[in-house]
């Protein structure tokens, strides 16, 4: 049967409506308040009893010390006995100075002025002396000297060459280029019209940059054409035989003289699609 709940009903009566109140969280619910009030009265009452136990066991060890004093005795010490002085033998005398030699000098007169009739004149020289001396300027002949020449060497000498003519300087950069005729466009269609794509590297589908370098003398001629950087499949020697073909450039200038030029030209091998 359910259970009527009266108006003065408490929460736990509420919570605990048709269950088994016999089981034991009832009780502990409604002994819960009354429990906590013990707990805190009771510790409280500890807590205020060991302040107080410790105030009273520390006024009752006070009265029972003792005060001790100390005192300290200050030891009279005789004075020492006076040092003697020990008297300390006296530094040896300084060497005595050595004597320094004395040097003669001469004291420079200055010059004096006198009479003629007071100067001593020099004696002459002797007649021996005076007889041995020439009167008269002798040239003597003169001789060509020959060095003297090794009997051994004879029949060994070799020709002198004649010295060899200093080779111009080649210039990389000068005041006035030299110039292909007509100027770095008609170069352009010159390498253009001449270049032939090499059939092996046409076969194996290769490409690419041939550095050609070569000196323009002063006669504006071509020489010294050499490969920087190689391609391979023919490309390298196409691009030399071209650079051979190049007429007479204009030279360069330095100072306004003409003068050897070197130059480095790039020549593209590119397959047309």
Not at 53 to 72: D, G
Not at 145 to 156: Q, T
Not at 221 to 234: A, C, E, N, P, R
Request: charge should be negative; hydrophobic fraction near 35%; glycine fraction near 6%.
């Amino acid at each position: 049967m359910s259970q009527v709940i009266s108006q003065d009903a408490t929460l736990d009566d509420i919570i605990f409506k048709d269950k088994n109140r016999e089981y034991g969280a009832f009780l502990l619910r409604t002994t819960y308040p009354k429990v906590i009030k013990r707990s805190v009265l009771l510790g409280s009452a500890l807590f205020v009893g060991a302040l107080l136990l410790a105030a009273f066991w520390k006024q009752l060890t006070a009265s029972n010390t003792e005060k001790t004093e100390v005192t300290a005795e200050v030891m009279k010490l005789d004075t020492p006995p006076p040092q003697k002085k020990v008297e300390l033998p006296p530094p040896p005398p300084p060497p005595p100075p050595k004597e320094i030699p004395k040097v003669t000098t001469t004291k420079f007169l200055p010059p004096e002025i006198k009479h003629d009739e007071e100067v001593t004149k020099p004696e002459p020289p002797p007649e021996e002396v005076r007889g041995n001396t020439a009167s008269e300027t002798v040239k003597g002949e003169t001789e060509n000297y020959e060095p003297p020449v090794d009997p051994d060497a004879k029949g060994k000498e070799e020709p002198v060459e004649p010295p060899k003519p200093a080779e111009e300087e080649i210039f990389t950069a000068v005041e006035q280029q030299a110039e292909f005729p007509g100027g770095p466009a008609a170069f352009g269609r010159f390498l253009q019209k001449n270049l032939k794509y090499p059939s092996a590297a046409q076969r194996a589908n290769v490409g690419g940059k041939v550095y050609v370098q070569f000196v323009v003398n002063t006669d504006g001629s071509i020489q010294d054409v050499k490969i920087l950087k190689s391609v391979g499949f023919g490309c390298d020697e196409e691009a030399e035989r071209v650079i051979k073909l190049v007429p007479r450039w204009t030279p360069g200038k330095q100072s306004g003289r003409a003068v050897r030029s070197r130059f480095t030209q790039p020549i593209t091998f590119v397959l047309s699609e």
